[in-house]
């Protein structure tokens, strides 16, 4: 039986840079991931700020493109945010991911690729956890100091039963990414163009993000509960194929398919997940880190594995018996903006009118695109008041000068 400081399991974003991390750091670890490769769960659309990339360390074979515009839009208007410098980027979720896997096992970590985690035990003072292989029928065990659960939205180590988990808050999204005409891509080569409303997307909101030359990946994703407004939606790909078809002006056969993938959100509203259980460690989806509002889940999670890392390793060095600081820390950082940001999905995406997405537009058209950048990305709700502001001034403004014209034309006449 092998032995490991740490063994975690799901070679996610989270738990991949969680292992490379602590690789780092000297500690024997052991990355589990059940998929044999990871092109096999592509799922990610991977849109982000440009300062993830030095923030996490990452090279530029991971970066499908990089764009500095953001476009929005509504089922009556679209509005441009451009920025002369770069924005973001749109990374290959795959090439990520094994980045960091590849990184964990240069550092001196192992990667187990196809091996599915089955369960884990106490035994005489140590953590045994059971694995499988697809290639061998018998069951692998090791040994661990730590286990981290890294399983996304599974939760599969944290939580032994489905009951006993926490109500859930849920999205499905759906992504085609299609190779399309150099003409075509060429307009949204630099661009994240985002749609919401009740003809785009309603329950959500669909995009169009750029990927390598002449592919697009074009989504929709949605919240699972019941719309206030829209009585009936249609399937997902519905929606994906009116853009295409309405917004890009493709037809069918001039452009080419190259993948369908989905994924599935579990959020537990007011972040109630269980963090930890003894030396056992959840990190990442298990841990409600991707943001419900724009389920942009990549930077958190890797930023939560590195917040896990200081605790793991206290309490490798015995500086700590639990990791209940951990918890505290996590919903220090994220429970304020989460909430807010839980709240604003519920409204936006299940209970505004039409009328009221495009006025929420038109109160956003005099900000920077930087601002946008603040407001989608770094979810800093106050640029909504400051776009309000501007938008009243400018009603404001076009009133008066009216009422000047006005004035000018009535001492006009009078003066003949």
Known sequence: MQDFDVVIIGAGPAGAHCGRVLAKLGYQVLLVEQHESFSENDFSSAGTPIDTLDRFNLPQDVIGSLWHKIVVVTTKVEKTWESTKTLGAVLSFARLREFLAQDVKANG??????????????????????????????????????????????????????????????????????????????????????????????????????????????????????????????????????????????????????????????????????????????????????????????RHGMYGAEIAVKYIEKYLKNEIGDFSEYQKEMLREFGTKWNLSERFAIKKYTQDTDDLIEKAVAYLSALKAEDIMDLMFYYKFEKISKGLGKYIKGKLSIWWEGMRRKVIVFFEGVSR
């Open 109 to 298: 970590g192992d990667v187990w690729l196809g091996c599915r985690y089955i369960s884990y035990e106490k035994q005489e003072g140590k953590t045994i956890v059971s694995l499988k292989t697809r290639s061998r029928s018998s069951v692998i065990e090791v040994s661990t100091k730590v286990l981290v659960d890294g399983t996304g939205f599974a939760r599969a180590v944290m939580y032994n039963k489905e009951s006993e988990k926490p109500p859930f808050l849920s999205g499905t999204g759906i992504e085609y990414l299609i190779e399309v005409a150099p003409e075509v891509y060429q307009k949204y080569a630099d661009s994240l163009v985002f749609f919401l409303g009740h003809k785009w997307m309603p329950k959500g909101y669909s995009w169009i993000f750029p990927m390598d030359a002449n592919r697009l990946k074009v989504g929709a994703g949605k919240i699972n509960v019941e719309h206030q407004v829209v009585e009936e939606t249609q399937p997902l790909r519905r929606y994906i194929e009116m853009i295409i078809t309405d917004y890009l002006h493709i037809k069918e056969g001039d452009y080419q398919i190259v993948d369908i993938h989905g994924s599935t959100l579990k959020y537990s509203s007011g972040l109630n997940d269980i963090y930890y259980r003894d030396n056992t460690i959840a990190i990442g989806d298990a841990v409600s880190t991707v943001n419900f509002l724009g389920g942009e889940g990549i």
